[in-house]
């Protein structure tokens, strides 16, 4: 089994959010980067899968080489080798067409990206890659079991689950529930050190979005205290002035 | 050229986030000055048909047939995408549903569409075409220009407020021309919830956090959320701790909400946990904590004990029921 997974550098989620250079680019001084909390549950469920039936993990970025503490971090965890495209990662479009161009000549059975990004929320690589690889996808998994050469999978629907089977190859995207992150250990930090980590330029591809600006939400006002003993205010108030009950 | 929206059905009919999606699409339409068409896949029958039109289609497609009725990603996204191709589209509009987030990319992938998803804004068109949309999981908005020839928009549900436009609208039944055998992914089985509100979907919702102190206290909640036909929610330690399913998290990493009421009782308001709800229209806080960093995000506030507040709002959400 040959599983490629897809992972992002985002924020530590305790981040306050700050914007430079007039509204248009994200502050990241004093930010810590970590790796994609949905990717790393991928990365880890990749793991148990080739721990259990054998093969090998690949973890790809697309990225600058600010984000190389993310990619040992995740050959710590367990990734056998690691691939770097050296290109600034704005836009879905353009991130998927970079792990297509790779992952067209690699042939892998397995490919996991993580549900969306904590910093960009788009959710959209997993079925950008697959389109561009003319493979099925199934989104925001929370859990597959492979048998054989296919894979049993739950998604997460509105409502409810739904138990999915595709044969592979096949990409999928990671939900929470899929398993718990594993922390790395002295010896996979030691390993990682010397694991491969290939770094390649990026192919040509449009950006098909920019971002122009941002805002921060509008701040609430003062907000209305009522008092404990008189709580059953609380009801009335939302029924006749704020009126959503 | 038509704007072309996704008209997604559940067991046949269309919920609110469909009809939201339409209307995004009509005005999209007015905007650019082209008419909209919505497109229904699926065993769909002519009155809910018509309620696209209510909601603004000029023109509605539906695709029922036996091979296109069981909802299938790699067909639907196929037939889609061939349709809007056919129809020259350049303006393409989804809901940020489960499904649409299945969907939507893969078209986009197809038609090499610039895509947006979570959109809470109409487009500017003043320079380019600039939507807003919410990034860092809710901790702000960004303007993003899309560039591409094919613009696919995912609007985020319960943002749009629509009302009756009342087109009269024709409805024209297409046959697949997409073989089946692109149909990759089988479904095996489908659980859903039954008597309870989807989080997703909700527009009340009442969550806990630790302050509950226990799985064993959360009949109140469910008490209560019954009583106001609101969904039930918790914070992350919660479902770490294996209180409440995963499926109920919202937060950062957990789902984002933007539901008309959200009522948070025994949670703190870590930064992660505001990024998930803050865009929720009312937000009530309780908890007995003065200083709980959720009072400085909330409309209305109760510092008290869950245990001595909890019975008051039941009580008093009864009798506002009779």
């Known amino acids: 089994m040959k599983i490629l997974v897809c992972i992002s550098n985002v924020p530590d989620t305790t981040t306050k959010v700050a914007f430079i250079e007039n509204e248009t680019k994200f502050n990241t001084s004093g930010v810590q980067y970590i790796i994609n909390p949905y990717d790393e549950l991928a990365l880890t469920k990749a793991l148990e899968i080739t721990e259990k039936s054998g093969g090998s993990v690949t973890v790809i970025h697309v ?16 990734a056998t080798e690691a691939v770097r495209i050296n290109a600034a990662a704005n836009d879905a479009s353009y991130v998927a067409e970079q792990i297509a161009h790779y992952a067209a000549s690699q042939n892998f059975d397995l490919i996991f990206t993580g549900r969306e990004s904590i910093d960009y929320n788009g959710g959209m690589v997993c079925g950008l890659l697959a389109a561009k ?3 099925p996808s199934v989104q925001v998994i929370t859990s597959i079991e492979i048998e054989g050469t296919t894979a049993i999978m739950d998604r997460d629907i509105d409502g409810g689950k739904e138990k999915i089977s595709c044969s592979l190859p096949l990409v999928v995207s990671a939900q929470k529930e899929l398993t718990e992150p594993r922390i790395p250990n002295m010896r996979g930090i030691m390993a990682a050190r010397t694991k491969p980590l290939q770094v390649l330029e990026p192919t040509a591809a449009d950006q098909l979005s920019t971002v122009r600006s941002y805002q921060l939400p509008p701040a609430k006002g003062a907000c209305k205290m009522i008092d404990a003993s008189n709580a059953k205010d609380l009801i009335r108030l939302l029924h006749e002035e704020a009126k959503v009950i | 050229m038509s704007v072309i929206v996704f008209a997604e059905n559940s ?3 269309f919920k ?27 065993q769909v029958d002519e009155v809910q048909l018509k309620m696209l039109a209510t909601y603004g289609a000029d023109q509605i497609i539906s695709f029922n047939q036996t091979e296109t009725n069981t909802f299938n990603a790699e067909l639907y996204a196929a037939l889609f995408a061939n349709t809007a191709k056919n129809s020259n589209a350049k303006h393409i509009v989804f809901a940020n549903t489960y499904t649409g987030k299945l969907i939507a990319p893969r078209v986009a992938g197809i038609l090499n569409a610039a895509m947006a998803s979570g959109v809470i804004s109409l487009p500017n068109l003043d320079n380019g075409f600039v939507v807003k949309r919410t990034v860092f999981s809710g901790k702000a908005i960004a303007d993003v220009e899309l560039n591409a020839q094919v613009k696919l928009i995912s609007i985020a549900p319960n943002t749009f407020t629509i009302f009756e436009v009342n087109k009269s609208a024709s409805i024209e039944k297409l046959e697949s021309t997409i073989g089946t055998e692109i149909a990759k992914t089988k479904s095996i089985e489908l659980s859903k919830q039954v008597g309870k509100i ?11 956090g630790r302050g509950m102190k226990g799985p064993e206290h959360w009949g109140m909640i469910e008490e209560l959320a019954d009583l106001l036909g609101a969904a039930t929610a918790c914070s992350k330690p919660v479902s770490d701790m294996h209180w409440r399913p995963h499926s109920e998290h919202v937060g950062q990493t ?20 505001l990024a998930g709800v803050s865009s929720s229209k009312v937000i009530v806080a309780i908890n007995k904590d003065p200083e709980a960093p959720f009072f400085k995000a909330a409309d209305y506030g109760i510092v008290g004990d869950a245990f001595e507040v909890l019975p008051q709002l039941i009580e008093a959400a009864k009798s506002i029921q009779s």
């Open chain 1, 63 to 78: 990225g600058t080489a600010e984000s190389e503490a993310s990619i040992r971090k995740a050959l710590a965890i367990g």
């Open chain 1, 133 to 135: 690889l003319n493979l």
């Open chain 2, 11 to 13: 067991e046949g009919l």
């Open chain 2, 16 to 42: 609110k986030s469909t009809l939201e999606a339409v209307f995004y699409a009509h005005e999209l339409g007015k905007l650019v000055q082209q008419n909209c068409i919505a497109i229904s896949i699926g």
């Open chain 2, 198 to 208: 989807a989080l997703t979907e909700a527009e009340l919702v009442v969550s806990a």
């Open chain 2, 254 to 273: 957990g789902i984002t909400i933007k539901p008309n009421l959200y009522i948070a009782i025994g949670i703190s308001g870590a930064i992660q946990h």
